[in-house]
């Protein structure tokens, strides 16, 4: 089980962090985000060591994904945020690691957490 948090109302150029807290062991854990009428898109993955991370080039630069795997919680560092950064922000966490850039290939959803940033 997926617990996200930590979304909120923010002006362009703010930051916000966003976390993923697990229930039990996870694998790879992804960030994705959905805006209203589109389709769930891919933001970030991090693998099951934390060494392996990937980005959609939109937020390379920008956003920062890690884990704390003591704690069992990803992490979503977002800074210089941009209105189209806009959505619910989704994690999920996969028992296999595979094609970590599809949403259809996760296990596990979190509850999404809504990010809206203003201009």
């Known amino acids: 089980q997926l617990q996200a948090s930590g979304g909120g109302l923010v002006q362009a150029g703010g930051s916000l962090s966003l976390s993923c807290a697990a229930s039990?062991?996870?694998?790879?854990v992804g960030w994705f985000r959905q805006a209203p009428g589109k389709e769930r898109e891919f933001v970030a993955w991090i693998s099951a060591s934390g060494i392996t991370k990937q980005y959609v080039d939109s937020v390379k630069g920008r956003f920062t994904i890690s884990r704390d795997i003591a704690k069992n919680t990803v992490y979503l560092q977002m800074n210089s945020l941009k209105p189209e950064d806009t959505a619910v922000y989704y994690c999920?966490?996969?028992?296999?690691?595979?094609?970590?850039?599809?949403?259809?290939?996760?296990?596990?959803w979190g509850q999404g957490t809504q990010v809206t940033v203003s201009s």
């Open positions: 999920g966490a996969q028992r296999v690691h595979r094609d970590p850039e599809t949403p259809t290939t996760y296990d596990y």
């Open positions: 039990g062991r996870t694998l790879t």
